[in-house]
């Protein structure tokens, strides 16, 4: 069983953005099955790396389409997606310490985050941007 699964309860209604969130959700169960096989921490390292990586360029897609629409609540949303990405970094800089309970933690914090945010913070970006013809 996965860590952290998709359903169409989690679809924003934005092709994009949700293509984009199902590969968050791939990449944290990679970090997490790598986490549970103890991996050495250069893998463990790699993996956290693609997933901030592309986490950047998944909160740039979004606030692309939040310009584009001139959404409102652009400045919140960005405020969230540097929140995330701060505590990414934060873990990526101490992955190499090879310290279970940070890897627990980091795991559980992306686990949570994103289901908060993306039934939250997302979906009222994707309502938005449905009601402008964004599909």
């Known amino acids: 069983m996965a860590y952290i699964e998709w ?21 944290v169960n990679t970090l997490h099955g790598l986490c549970a096989a103890s991996c050495p921490p250069l893998a463990l390292l790699a993996a956290a790396d693609e997933f901030c990586e592309y986490t950047r360029e998944h909160f740039a897609t979004e606030e692309r389409y939040m ?24 873990f990526l800089g101490q992955a190499l310490a090879d310290d279970a ?14 289901d908060t945010h993306i039934r939250g913070t997302d979906m009222g970006l994707g309502a938005y941007l449905n009601k402008r013809g964004v599909a």
């Open 67 to 90: 310009d584009a629409h001139q959404y409102r609540g652009m400045d919140a949303h960005i405020q969230e997606h540097m929140q995330c990405s701060m505590r990414a970094v934060d």
């Open 7 to 27: 359903d169409e309860s989690l679809s924003v209604g934005v092709a994009e953005i949700d293509a984009q969130h199902r590969r968050l959700f791939e990449l």
């Open 101 to 114: 309970g940070l890897r627990d933690e980091f795991l559980a914090f992306l686990r949570e985050w994103l």
